[in-house]
Structures are given as C-alpha cells and as structure tokens.
C-alpha cells in the first residue's frame, strides 16, 4: 500500500540554524509531491510542490525541497530559521491513479530555541 | 479576500446528538474535502466532493454525512453513530481536477464530546 513517512515526530532547531525535515513516500511512479505548513490551531497552508522537471523546487517563506528519486525522498529544507518557522510541517503525496486523495504524512513539529 | 471559512471554530456534541459544521468557500472550486486531524496521525480523509451534488466516501466516513447542494457549500454532520468525534475538523477546496491541483484549508473546527 501507498505511505508517506516522516521519521522525525519533533525537531528541535536554533534559531538561525538551517533545518531538513524529512519525507519519504512508498509508490510505484512518481507521484506529485507537496509540503504543507500548519501552525497552532489554524489550517494548513501550501508551503511547496512538485510535479516535474526540476528536482529542486522553491517555495513560500524561504523554503526548498529537493525530489531524489532513488530515495523516493522528497525533503524540506531552509538555510535559517527564525522563530515564526515554528509549526507542525506536513507532507503529502498525490498519486497518478487516485482522482483526488492525498496521503498524507503524520506530520513534524519544529519547535525553535531562541 | 477569497477564502474558505469554517464554521463555528469550537463545538461541543452531546451524547446521542448530530452535529454539523459548516465550511463555505468563495474560490469557485470545484472540489471540497472535509479531513479529521488526530494528533500524531496527520490527516485523514472522511468525504470529498468533485462537482455539486456529488460526493464520494473518503477513508473515514462511517459515522459521518455529507451534502453538496451549492458549489460555495459543503457542510459535514457528525452523527451519534460517530462514537469517537473528538478531533480537529479540516475542510479544504481545490481547483480543477484530481490530485495535481493544490489544496487550499480553512482554520478548522475543534469538535469535543460533553
């Protein structure tokens, strides 16, 4: 079956430090890839996404994500995070088969130390 | 501003009672989902609606109704037959057609049981 995993539930990061936050999905092909942001009790807003060429793709608030087939990876990364970065990070993935259903990841929360 | 609001933000279910949240967007998209966020799971999909008067079951529906009567609409019941609603609600909207089009969310309904 299908899955998106992200390993780390909680990551801790300094503020002015750089982050990754890791995702890798489990499917035949390449499927369309999304990175979404959640802050506390709030929706989610589309940080990033990928649906071809490019393997790095750049995104909303200083955000990246790079695609590595061979790793079915597709993680999120910034050079320097500030403290308004803290939320909860989700990533999804839309598979070529499937009409309108995303998978979803469980999410990882970025807590920032001043 | 267009957007997607939902409605009321909190809600309180008594046992035995239906409940229905409201979610109206003015993005004029065509698709409409309604997710149930539990912590530690990210997101899982209960209903999603493609055109007016038309909805499919998403992974999660048991316990749940939906209608599709105006594209602006798509209001979720949660029913007595739900015996574990307690959960953030998310309804979400998107554009066109399948997975390729990202997804916009309103800032949720926190659903809680008396």
């Known amino acids: 079956a299908q899955s998106v995993t992200q390993p780390d539930i909680h990551i801790t990061v300094s503020e002015g430090a750089s982050l990754e936050l890791r995702c890798n999905y489990s499917y035949g092909a390449t499927p369309y890839l999304f990175w979404y942001v959640q802050s506390p009790g709030q929706g989610l807003q589309l940080l990033l996404k990928?649906?071809?060429?490019d393997t790095l793709v750049q995104g909303i608030k200083g955000f990246e994500a790079e695609f590595k087939r061979s790793q079915s990876s597709f993680n999120l990364r910034k050079p320097s995070v500030h403290w308004s970065d803290a939320a909860e990070y989700f990533c999804?993935?839309?598979?070529?088969?499937?009409?309108?259903?995303?998978?979803w990841g469980a999410g990882t929360k970025l807590i920032i130390k001043p | 501003d267009g957007g997607i609001t939902q409605s009321p933000k909190y809600l309180f279910r008594k046992e035995g009672q239906n409940v229905t949240l409201s979610c109206e967007q003015n993005l004029n998209h065509d698709a409409m989902y309604w997710y149930r966020q539990d912590p530690g799971q990210g997101l899982r999909l209960i209903y999603y609606?493609?055109?007016?008067?038309?909805?499919q079951k998403g992974d999660i529906a048991e316990g749940y109704s939906v209608s599709r009567e105006k594209k602006e609409s798509f209001p979720l019941t949660v029913t007595s037959a739900q015996k574990n609603p307690t959960a953030f609600y998310l309804c979400?909207?998107?554009?066109?057609?399948?997975?390729?089009?990202?997804?916009?969310f309103g800032d949720g309904t926190r659903l809680s049981i008396l």
């Open positions: 999804a993935v839309g598979l070529m088969d499937s009409n309108y259903q995303l998978i």
């Open positions: 609606s493609q055109i007016v008067n038309d909805f």
């Open positions: 979400a909207s998107s554009s066109g057609q399948g997975v390729i089009q990202p997804q916009h």
């Open positions: 990928y649906f071809s060429g």
